[in-house]
């Protein structure tokens, strides 16, 4: 009886290594493709995910409004979607790009 719950808890431990190391490579990614932003446009860029049974079901970006200026939805997204690709090799089941304004900057 107890040979079998060793093995439950041992197999727990051994996938949630995995899931540690899959959580510290996403927030790697983070930091480069904010990194990317800033680079590439001198935006400053925050950045979520979400992965779902490991599928990497969305990306969000969120940028300010007052530093896209007056650039395009067509423009913004595009300069999402490659700064995405430069930073991972999956492509996420969908692309949020949040524009946000903040009244006390106007």
Same mark, same amino acid.
């Given at each position: ?30 930091a480069d ?20 049974? =490991?599928v990497f @079901?969305?990306l969000t #970006?969120?940028?300010? /409004?007052? *530093?896209? =200026?007056?650039? @395009?939805?067509?423009? #913004?997204?595009?300069? /999402?979607? *490659? ?24």
């Amino acid at each position: 009886m107890q040979k079998p719950i060793l093995i439950f808890l041992l197999a727990l431990l051994i996938m949630g290594c995995d899931l540690a190391s899959d959580m510290q490579e996403m927030n790697k990614k983070q930091a480069d493709l904010q990194q990317v932003f800033q680079d590439t446009h001198g935006w400053e860029a925050q950045i979520g995910w979400n992965i779902h049974n =490991g599928v990497f @079901t969305r990306l969000t #970006v969120r940028l300010d /409004a007052g *530093e896209i =200026g007056d650039r @395009t939805v067509s423009h #913004v997204v595009a300069a /999402a979607k *490659e700064a995405a690709a430069k930073v991972f090799q999956e492509r996420p089941e969908v692309l949020v790009v949040q524009v946000v304004s903040n009244y006390e900057n106007e």
